[in-house]
């Protein structure tokens, strides 16, 4: 019997032991999709006690309190942060199984060298041990992200942002770790949503445009694109709840556009007109720019009315959806490319049935002297465990070239949370190896070791090209 979280975690065989250790347990971080707070960072903020750190804005780990049957003052109200602490305590005994469980332990062991497990009977010791050491300079948003042996980072920014953190940021000659802006314009696609009005409105204080057709909105928006740009954003980010792509013209776009200003709400088929034509203007201004274009397809957003009405978004009450997007995804993919203005483009779907028809699609658009242009995008959210990871790294080997991807993000609100990172590299060499002592791949240790390398870092060096 192995020890719980043993030194060889993940790790079946001496191949996968090899690769792990030798080759990708030294590589740097390149986490290109984050939803870190750049203020934070920019403050070198430090946390008053574990909970801050490490409960806060972490729905996931709100998704399991509640599912313990812990009331919500525990979860985002009023209680104190020590029984909030001791309610997560309460639950993680619960959570084996759930790869919470074991990002828990390895967040304890890796940042606080807390080896004892959670539970009511330890909490107060690590509650206390935790706050303690929060106490020092090596808890503080910036040294944890060194600590973490990042390189690069992205965070999501909307495109009003001022994006004043990150100049801050850039400015302090003693953090070498590259913090860079992600474009993620939702606000200017959901033109069905109560606020979509208002923050035109924003836009149109931010850009000092009046924006009151289509033609204005695109204006505003490259001109917020150009200023992303020159801050050193390169990538952007859309949620596609679901993809879309309904053909339409500027004039119909326009009209809509302006129906929705007058307090109107456009019909289904109307939004994707607009939608259609927006999306297919940002996605050429990305190529003419170099940048790559996020989609994350498949999220099914706030299905608990109750809670959304009281508690707003991103709060744990989200779901796997099923939609087709096949179809749109491929006429949208081949409206730019039939132009030469498709950008590198990365694509994620929380479902994870969708991967082999993603990887399918996105073989239909490579080349254009880029290895792996269109990726297929790392198991995301309710997918970046272990049976996610494995289905989405075997549909890309099966149907695409996995020596080519460009590796794990995080997706998190937490400086903790570099040990996914640490899991996916662990079932990545756990998969090679166990392909080579199948006799499934050559014992090519040159071979197999770069490719490691290339995945956890190297490749995403290359795909992005920040400077």
Known sequence: MKPFLNEDFLLQNDTA??????YAKPMPIFDYHCHLNPGEIAEDKKYRNITKLWLGGDHYKWRAIRSNGIDEKYVTGDASDRDKFMKWAQT????????????????LRRYFGIEQLLSPDTANEIWNICNEMLESEDFSAKTLIRRSNVRVLCTTDDPTDT??????????????VKVLPTFRPDKALNITSSGFADWIHKLEHVTNRDIKDIENLKAALLDRIEFFNNAGCRISDH????????ESTDKEASEIFQKALSGQIPDSYEAEKYKTVVML???RQYSKLGWTMQLHLGTMRNCNSKMMRLLGPDTGFDAIGDWNHAQPLAKFLDALDEIDEL????????????NDVLATIMGCFQGNC?????????????NDQKDGMQKHLTSLANLGLLSNFVGMITDSRSFLSYTRHEYFRRILCNMIGIWVEDGE??????????MVQDICYNNAVRYFTFT
């Not at 994006?163 to 070498?176: G, M, P, R, V």
């Not at 880029?370 to 309710?382: D, M, N, R, T, Y």
């Not at 791949?441 to 070791?449: I, Q, R, V």
Request: charged letters at 20%; a negative charge; hydrophobic letters at 40%.
């Open 281 to 283: 203007f940002l996605a």
């Open 17 to 22: 032991v090899e690769l792990y250790h030798e």
């Open 239 to 246: 949620a596609m709840d679901p993809m879309i792509y309904r």
């Open 163 to 176: 994006l004043e953190y990150h100049k801050i940021i850039s400015a302090d000659e003693n953090f070498d």
């Open 441 to 450: 791949a050559p014992k090519d240790m040159k071979l197999l070791g770069k």
């Open 343 to 354: 950008p590198k483009t990365i694509l994620y779907s929380l479902n994870a049935s969708d």
């Open 92 to 107: 993680i005994p619960s959570c084996v199984g759930n790869p919470l469980y074991h990002w828990t332990h390895l967040e």
């Open 370 to 382: 880029v290895p792996g242009k269109i990726q297929l995008g790392s198991a995301w959210w309710f």
